[in-house]
């Protein structure tokens, strides 16, 4: 009678512990299976990059110019290619992995930094809009704008106003860069921000000393780490 309840006693515990256990390995598996769905869906989370098109789009002397080959490289190195805002815009869709598009005008600028001053600073007096050899096509397509420029008498190049007046930019996030000298940005952002009100303008701008441009990779990745590219 004894050795039948003892053999009773020991199979309900076998049989508990086997319940126990299953119930437990469910758990963890169940655990694991949550775990894996939710490192599945992070991954499966589009990069800011992928979830938005985006268009660099800039202005540069040396795109804009009679006769670079002229020039002493030494004494005027922006007015030859790539061109200091040209170098930016160059690291921004290599980063960014979005298009690329050089704002040029049908007459162009004068090789000579003194003339090509000069008429920027008539243009910016007559509020003229330089006639463009062409616009971006499809700007609906884009989500994004990186937008660059020289200073050039305390603000942007009036070629850059003639790209932006031909476009609409209602809801589109830019970013602005610009490459200058002791101006600083100057009044660039408020004139730029007048013409396009409607977008979405981050006041987060990166700007550079011109001379300083050509070794700014390493500044240009930073900013465009913290805008989350």
């Known amino acids: 009678m004894k050795k039948a309840m003892l053999l009773l ?13 299953g119930s437990a390995d469910t758990e963890s598996g169940q655990a694991e299976a949550s775990q894996e769905s939710v490192q599945t869906s992070e991954s499966a989370k589009p990069s800011r990059a992928e979830a938005s098109r985006v268009l660099v789009a800039y202005f540069t002397w040396a795109d804009n110019t009679e006769n670079p080959e002229g020039v002493d490289e030494m004494a005027s190195p922006s007015v030859h290619a790539p061109g200091h805002v040209a170098q930016l815009a160059s690291w921004i869709q290599e980063r960014t992995g979005g298009d690329s598009f050089s704002i040029r005008v049908t007459e162009p600028y004068s090789s000579d930094w003194d003339e090509c001053l000069d008429r920027a600073n008539q243009e910016k007096a007559e509020g003229t809009r330089p006639k463009l050899v062409e616009t971006v096509e499809n ?32 809801g589109k996030q830019v970013y602005l860069f610009c490459s200058h000298g002791t101006g600083g940005l100057a009044n660039s952002v408020e004139d730029i921000t007048e013409v396009i009100p409607d977008a979405d303008l981050s006041d987060n701008v990166f700007d550079v000393y011109e001379e300083d441009a050509s070794s700014s990779r390493d500044e240009v990745e930073s900013w465009l780490q913290e805008l989350g590219y």
């Not at 006693?9 to 256990?21: E, H, K, T």
């Not at 989500?143 to 609409?168: H, K, R, T």
């Open 9 to 21: 006693l020991i199979c309900s515990i076998l049989i508990f512990s086997v319940a126990c256990g």
């Open 139 to 170: 700007m609906d397509d884009y989500d994004v704008i990186f937008l660059g420029y020289p200073n050039w008498w305390y603000s942007c190049p009036m070629a850059l106003i003639s790209s932006l007046e031909e476009q609409d930019f209602s």
